[in-house]
Each structure stands twice: as structure tokens, then as C-alpha cells.
């Protein structure tokens, strides 16, 4: 059973770029969750979607950043024309439901703004 | 506002030595609190805690957790090299009007073990 598979691991994008950052959950898992990562820091949640559905995205700047979790295909994290604050790892974690499971998290994109 | 908050930052210890790691929480509608190990890539899940003084343990590594003083602790006995990482704390909070979050992370606790 592959694990939650995230790419592109590295992404270098100049000021102004979009950056796509893709996720596959693990199979079986409906949840996805993307999660921020500065250095020093703790996972920063972002947003929290199931199939088709944005659940709660609280954590997700209101500008330049937007997700989704298609029918079919990865889930998708978009940052549309990136600032060098943007640099970050980007985790992407599943679980099977809500509650009482634990998340499985990806490798991870590290995205760096020129 | 929500915080999870863990002690020490970093520890730097010897292969054999007995280390604890400590987590405090302050979540409005705590519904569990999970351990993970992340090395330099994906956190690995170690441990989710839900009751009380019910301590979970998996080969060197066990977890507590105390609920009326708001914290747990990650115990790691005969430290191996292997161990060193950054040891993440996360509380899980349950639905509550205007959203829910579903996991809060504290900051980590980096552990190095030497040879």
C-alpha cells in the first residue's frame, strides 16, 4: 500500500511564477490536508478538503492560494504569482475519516521563490 | 488562542541515555494527541493518545498523557543514533462553530544522539 505520494519534492520558482504542488493520498484515504512548514517552525494546517469539497480551508491565505481534490486525479495546491515568503515545505497528509485516525503524511514539496 | 508548546528545543545526548520529551497544550475541545517523528522527510505517526495515564508503548518508545494538567510526555530509553530527529507533538481539536483545525502542532523538539 504506497503511502501518501507528494510532487514534485523540489519546485524553484522566480517571483511572479504559479507554483503546483500535487498530492496522492493514500489509496482508501477520502481526507486530504495540506500543512505549511517554515524553518524552525511546527506544521502550520493550511486546508482540509475531501473529494470535491473544500471542508475547511482557515489556514489558507485568502490571496494567491487556492486547492482542490478532484473526483479524479491528486489534490492540487496552487500559489499563484509567488513572493519569496512563499518558500516553504509544503506536507500533504490523508487519513480514511475524520475522526480517530491518524494522519499519513507525504514527503513533502520544498518550494523555493527566487 | 490554541497553542502547543514543547520542551526542550533540542537535546543532544549519547547512544544509551534515557531522554524525555515534554509537551504542554492549551485547545479548546481537545479530542486526542498524537506523537510524530520526522526525520528529513515525512513525519512519521509514533503515537495517539486519548485517555489518561494509559501509557502506550512500542519498543523503546513510550507515551503518556495527562489530561487534567494539559500535557504529555515522549519517553525514549536506550537512545540509538537512529532515534535523532525532530519530535513533533500535535493535538487534534474536535469540530466547533466557525471551523476546526485538525491538527495543531507544536514546534518540535530536535534530538540528537551521538555515538
Known sequence: NAG??????????????????????????SHVYWYRQLPEEGLKFMVYLQKENIIDESGMPKERFSAEFPKEGPSILRIQQVVRGDSAAYFCASSPNREGSPLHFGNGTRLTVT | EDKVVQSPLSLVVHEGDTVTLNCSYEVTNFRSLLWYKQEKKAPTFLFMLTSSGIEKKSGRLSSILDKKELFSILNITATQTGDSAVYLCAVERGLTQGGSEKLVFGKGTKLTVNP
Open chain 1, 4 to 29: 501518501v505520494m507528494q510532487n514534485p519534492r523540489h519546485l524553484v520558482r522566480r517571483r511572479g511564477q504559479e507554483a503546483r504542488l500535487r498530492c496522492s493520498p493514500m489509496k482508501g484515504h
